[in-house]
Nanobody, 115 residues
Framework: QVQLVESGGGLVQAGGSLTLSCAAS????????MGWFRQAPGKQRELVAT???????NYADSVKGRFTISRDNVKNTVYLQMNSLKPEDTAVYYC?????????WGQGTQVTVSS
């Protein structure tokens, strides 16, 4: 059974940085696309960034230039380096991964940015 386990969330002041990690386990197949989404209270879940196995990336306009997504295909782990954090980045961050056509989600990790 595939599991995605996120780590690295927490509380940070505006302007600070955090790095999220998400490790996929339980599959011998490396995920094709991995990504990060987030959901703020009272809002819909939204795309933050995605990365393909070949390291092609896609970012939401709101995080371009501040966030960087990367992955380690040996460890089946995706990372999200978040710099210049803003209070509006506060949300639960979820990672996902496509493995053999099935989309898997992590349990989410809370990121809170104080002003």
């Amino acid at each position: 059974q595939v599991q995605l386990v996120e780590s690295g969330g927490g509380l940070v002041q505006a302007g600070g940085s955090l790095t999220l990690s998400c490790a996929a386990s339980g599959s011998i197949i490396s995920p094709s696309t991995m990504g990060w989404f987030r959901q703020a209270p009272g809002k819909q879940r939204e795309l933050v960034a995605t990365i393909t196995r070949g390291s092609s990336t896609n970012y939401a306009d709101s995080v371009k230039g501040r966030f960087t997504i990367s992955r380690d295909n040996v460890k089946n782990t995706v990372y999200l380096q978040m710099n210049s954090l803003k209070p509006e980045d506060t949300a639960v961050y979820y990672c996902n991964a496509f493995i053999l056509g099935v989309l898997h989600w992590g349990q989410g990790t809370q990121v809170t940015v104080s002003s």
